[in-house]
């Protein structure tokens, strides 16, 4: 890495090399029977030039031709991507691998037996197909600039997906449970699952019309999604985020705090720094419901005129290789910070409303504008506080600015789902259409 940032800065204005590796094992048991082992390795670099403000890029997955990858990287300024930022200077980084040196001495057959121990758990407590998902793995990433910047971090992880299908269908009650190293997926957990399942069997017609929704944390993604477009500094940029002007303004419910934090060092996922070599923060997006930072990458930070926020992340939301992407604006650790209730006391508190614990076309409306319009799948109907059933249809739509300035409950736990970690939260006055 070092000669080919030595070669890259010698024709550029600037130059960056990231570096990722990858190491990872997946065990599969699907109904109850092993269906897969697989074990993949990867690596890669990534070259950025800038030079007269344009940028140039290129990447390999070896460094057998550094001459050939820095001409690869000046060809393609021909393109004309603008490359008008500085890259960051060495800083005084706190330091730390959320590593768990165990992970890289484990087999597909230990995961094997822990993924089994789950799958005998659930069997027996559900009537449903349990599928298992097992991983393991370390990922390895560095971050060099010609300003003398050098960082570097290595992370483990450790996973038990596990889910239950319902009879002749494709839908499932799951949970994913991620750590830095090898545990069991707590009873209570499963026990949440297997609950909610049996709750499900029964599949029941409900009234349509507006009720109070609980999002779980398995879908609470679906809605942050759309803050999340709101809030970057591409948005802000390019002057077309419905929140532009409202910075400081109430724009959720007071009992909505939403928060980015890489740093937090209870997540299995912590990072000190993103994929450009800035410090990552404690970001507040949203505080007791005021709109308080958006977020930028270093391009973005200085067409706004910002500070970096740390948040330049080489996303793979709709696939591609993570060297091949350009670092943009992402919240890749999203919170949202718990509330008072249990879920137990949440479900107690419908009246009448859905348990919405899968989401069908999360992309579905005008994401930009906060817009959604999902199928259920599934969704468990309440009435007088009691599970009735599973909605043999449903579908939730609204506007996030409408729907989250009505949310009245938060529970008092997170979850690690698709995005982050969250709790339930219970929205009054969602509109849910049904087979009736």
Not at 290 to 312: H, Q, R
């Amino acid at each position: 890495m070092e000669r080919l940032l030595e070669l890259a800065a010698a024709v550029g204005d600037q130059a960056e090399v990231y570096h990722i590796e990858k190491d990872g094992t997946n065990v599969s048991i699907e109904n109850s029977e092993l269906n897969e082992i697989e074990t993949t390795i990867q690596a890669g670099y990534s070259l950025r030039i800038i030079k007269d403000g344009r940028l140039g890029i290129s990447y390999t997955k070896n460094l057998l031709n550094r001459d050939e990858l820095v001409r690869s990287a000046l060809l393609s300024m021909e393109g004309g991507v603008s490359g008008e930022f500085g890259l960051p200077a060495r800083s005084a980084l706190r330091l730390f691998d959320p590593y768990v040196e165990e992970v890289t001495n484990l087999k597909g057959s230990d995961l094997y037996d822990r993924a089994a121990e789950t799958v005998g758990y659930l069997k027996g407590r559900v009537s449903g197909q349990v599928n298992v998902h097992g991983s393991f793995g370390v990922e390895f990433v560095r971050v060099m600039n010609s300003k003398g910047l050098d960082v570097a971090q290595r992370s483990s992880f450790y996973s038990i997906f596990s889910s239950v299908l319902y009879p002749n269908s494709e839908t499932s009650v799951w949970h994913n449970h991620v750590t830095l190293g090898p545990s069991s997926v707590p009873d209570e957990e499963l026990d949440r699952v297997a609950r909610l399942f049996q709750a499900g069997l029964p599949e029941v017609n409900a009234p349509a019309g507006r009720m109070k929704v609980a999002f779980l944390p398995e879908t609470m993604f679906s809605l942050l999604w759309r803050l999340e477009a709101a809030s970057s500094g591409r948005a802000f940029y390019e002057r077309i985020s419905p929140i532009l002007e409202r910075r400081g303004e109430k724009i959720f419910s007071d009992i909505l705090t939403i928060v980015n934090d890489p740093t937090d060092t209870h997540r299995f996922d912590t990072r000190v720094f993103d994929d450009e070599g800035v410090p990552t923060k404690r970001l507040p997006i949203v505080e007791r419901g005021v709109f308080k930072n958006i977020y930028t990458n270093l391009d973005f930070a200085a067409k706004l005129g910002l500070e970096p926020t740390g948040n330049g992340f080489r996303t793979q939301r709709w696939g591609g290789e993570e060297i091949a992407l350009l670092p943009t604006p992402a919240l890749s650790h999203l919170t949202i910070e718990p509330g008072q209730s249990s879920l137990d006391e949440i479900i107690g508190n419908l009246d009448r409303g859905v348990l919405v614990l899968g989401v069908l076309g999360p992309h579905s409306g005008n994401i930009l504008n906060g817009d959604f319009s999902m199928g259920i799948n599934p969704g468990l109907y309440v009435e007088n506080g009691a599970i009735k059933g599973r909605l043999r249809d449903g579908m939730v739509a609204g506007n996030i600015y409408e729907t989250m300035a009505k949310a009245v409950m938060v529970e008092n736990a997170v979850r690690f789902s698709s995005g982050g970690y969250f709790p339930a939260v219970v929205f009054e006055d969602v509109s849910v259409a049904t087979r009736g």
